[in-house]
């Protein structure tokens, strides 16, 4: 049975409530009611066995014990019966109670529905050391707050733990501390709105066996020397989305040491990427800047990614692609078909490098040189007609590159006057309706037959039509005559470019926004980290 005085003068066991804290804390504990808070209307039980320290207040005790927490206002937590006997063998504690309604809550303590005890032990070295994860190698040793900086610094040192695993990177022997380095510092995320900078003496080891000297490596520092593995996550997820100069200044950093930290990423990433289930590429070049500098993109159009990026549009960035495929596990034999344009330097590259691939041109090509052959026949006619022909054609070029159901009503009245002058690029329009028709066809044999077909009618229906209007339209019917073998593929493999035109548009929305690139290799390596896939940092 507890024990237990009051002031009243109240005999043992009279009052029920108090038998909660013999249920609570199963040993003898002396408990007065204090007369002092008794002046000001509240009852106030104060625990005196142990005594090792009191707190006022509501509800907050201090003990030794990991993991407890106390909140104002009663929020309480329930302890289960393990828990129960090691906080019965850990507490160490005085604690004043300072209730309105005592035996509400001395229910609470009956059915063990406790406080959950604040440790103030813990101290803002060991909570950073928990949300860095150190583990027991390093341990944070000071953290400090400057404010005319608004910097806050975390110190951190090694343990003796760190050496008991350490070995030598060379030959894996037992390594010892050597020396410790100058004073390093890496940028961390922000606590709360304030610059965060870890700095750290990092140790030397050396190998008892070789005598090697190495530099530990610790756990927080990412590929760039000056920025930890978070940091580097939240700035790469900034950098996708919008420009690099954009990022550092919401990051406050400089734009030169952000690219810095892009390239080792995308560089390490790239490195390690598997391009051994490779077998479909597509190719098409992407234009730099203003003029005729071009790159050269290759993808995969199966899995969606970027593979490779090099200057230039002739046959050599071929050359350049497989011997990348190859070192990222890939064969150039492997390759089945690679969709692409009507440009004769990539095909002479597929013929010369990769012979089991199959050229198909892609059809968004095919009925781009239709839309530029009918807009050249337009452009004659207007330079040839009289009036009648430059009021119907005049402001009609957007007019031919739609499709008949994507028309508005005013363009579907305007199309029907058009229709009934006979105008040659009327014509030239209906030829081009009928070559896109044609890749509706079921099979290969359908569609090479009905090519043949509309081949000749260019070709008979040009000869009626003067001062040579439809020669884009003839040259149109050569071209698909010429490369009837690709144009085919297309009915057997299905591919198409689509992938690559999506992203040609995308991306040259990019540089627009981040008006422009500085060289060549700032933007292979922005290509890379949007397009290719790869395995880099997740914040």
């Known amino acids: 049975m507890m024990n237990y005085k009051n ?5 043992k066991g009279q009052d029920d409530r108090m038998d909660g804290m ?11 009611r204090n007369p002092v808070a008794r002046t000001a209307g509240r009852s106030q039980f104060v625990l005196t066995h142990p005594v090792r320290k009191v707190l006022s207040g509501e509800a907050v005790a201090s003990s030794g014990l990991d993991g407890f927490s106390a909140h104002r206002g009663g929020g309480l937590a329930p302890i289960r019966g393990s828990e129960r006997n090691s906080l019965i ?3 160490d504690l005085v604690q004043v109670v300072d209730f309105h309604d005592v035996s509400r809550y001395f229910s609470v303590l009956r059915c063990f529905q406790w406080n959950r005890l604040v440790v103030c032990g813990m101290t803002p070295e060991k909570l950073f050391h928990e949300l860095l994860g150190l583990g027991l190698n390093w341990e944070v040793v000071e953290s400090r707050f400057e404010r005319e900086s608004g910097t806050v610094f975390l110190e951190i040192r090694e343990t003796p733990k760190l050496w008991e695993a350490a070995r030598c ?7 010892f501390c050597y020396d410790h380095t100058e004073v390093l510092s890496w940028r961390h995320l922000n606590i709360f709105q304030h610059r965060c900078e870890i700095t750290c003496r990092l140790p030397r080891g050396k190998c008892r066996q070789c005598g090697h000297v190495f530099r530990v490596r610790p756990p927080w520092e990412g590929l760039s020397t000056h920025f930890t593995k978070e940091f580097e996550a939240f700035a790469l997820l900034l950098m996708r989305e919008m420009p690099v100069s954009k990022a550092a200044e919401i990051i406050g950093e400089t734009d030169t040491r952000l690219w810095r930290m892009l390239f080792r990423q995308v560089d390490a990433a790239y490195a390690q990427a598997d391009f051994s289930n490779v077998c479909c590429v597509g190719v098409d070049e ?3 800047r203003k003029g005729h500098d071009y790159l050269s993109v290759f993808a995969d159009l199966v899995a969606k990614r970027v593979l490779f990026a090099v200057e230039g549009k002739d046959q050599a960035t071929w050359v350049h692609f497989v011997q990348a495929l190859e070192k990222h596990n890939g064969h150039r034999h492997a390759i089945t078909q690679a969709s692409m344009d009507m440009s004769q330097a990539y095909q002479n590259g597929v ?4 012979r089991n691939a199959q050229v198909v041109f892609d059809k968004f090509h095919v009925l781009k040189n239709a839309n530029e052959a009918v807009d050249k026949v337009r452009r004659a006619e207007l330079r040839v007609g009289g009036w009648s022909v430059l009021q119907a054609l005049r402001q009609s070029q957007w007019l031919w590159r739609k499709n008949p159901e994507n028309l508005t009503e005013k363009e579907q009245a305007r199309m029907a006057q058009i229709k009934d002058k006979n105008l040659v690029t009327a014509k030239a329009y209906q030829m081009r309706l009928v070559l896109q028709d044609i890749y509706r066809s079921s099979h290969a044999g359908m569609a090479q037959n009905r090519l043949r077909v509309w081949c000749r009618w260019v070709r008979w229906v040009a000869r009626f039509y003067k001062h040579n209007l439809m020669a884009s ?6 071209m698909v005559q010429n490369h009837m073998k690709g144009i085919l593929a297309h009915w057997k493999w299905g591919v198409t470019n689509a992938f690559m035109e999506g992203l040609n548009s995308v991306f040259s929305a990019t540089k ?12 292979i390596t922005m290509l890379y980290f949007v397009a290719g896939k790869l395995r880099l940092p997740q914040f």
């Open 7 to 11: 002031i009243n003068g109240k005999k």
């Open 351 to 354: 013929a010369e490098n990769c």
């Open 169 to 175: 990177p060379q030959d894996g022997g037992v390594a």
């Open 512 to 523: 627009r926004k981040a008006r422009g690139y500085r060289s060549p290799v700032h933007l």
């Open 22 to 32: 013999r249920c609570f804390l199963g040993r003898r504990l002396v408990c007065k």
């Open 286 to 288: 992407m234009q730099m």
């Open 473 to 478: 339209m003839v040259k149109l019917a050569k």
């Open 89 to 91: 063998s850990k507490i």
